[in-house]
Nanobody
């Protein structure tokens, strides 16, 4: 099977920084996109940032210029550097990977990490 293991997160004051990391392991043939989503209490899960295997990056407007996603295709890892954090960034952050477990698969399957809490105090 496939596992996504996240690390990082925690409590930080507004204006501070945190770094999230995620490593995918298990039976993996290829990973198309890796990224981060977040879900605040009472809100829907939303995309924060993603990176394709070809290097295309995508950011939510709310984090542009503050967050930076980086990916290591060889190690199946993705990181999210979060700077200038705001209280509205408080949420559970989930790592996501769209991947195939074998060459015979013709579509990507979504996998999720367990989530890590990020809390920004004002």
């Amino acid at each position: 099977q496939v596992q996504l293991v996240e690390s990082g997160g925690g409590l930080v004051q507004a204006g501070g920084s945190l770094r999230l990391s995620c490593a995918a392991s298990g039976r993996i043939f290829s990973i198309n996109a890796m990224g981060w989503y977040r879900q605040a209490p009472g809100k829907q899960r939303e995309l924060v940032a993603s990176a394709t295997s070809g290097g295309r990056l995508n950011y939510a407007d709310s984090v542009l210029g503050r967050f930076t996603i980086s990916r290591d295709n060889a190690k199946n890892t993705v990181s999210l550097q979060m700077n200038s954090l705001k209280p509205e960034d408080t949420a559970v952050y989930y790592c996501n990977a769209e991947l195939r477990q074998s060459a015979r698969m013709t579509y990507d399957v979504n996998y999720w990490g367990q989530g890590t809490q990020v809390t920004v105090s004002s």
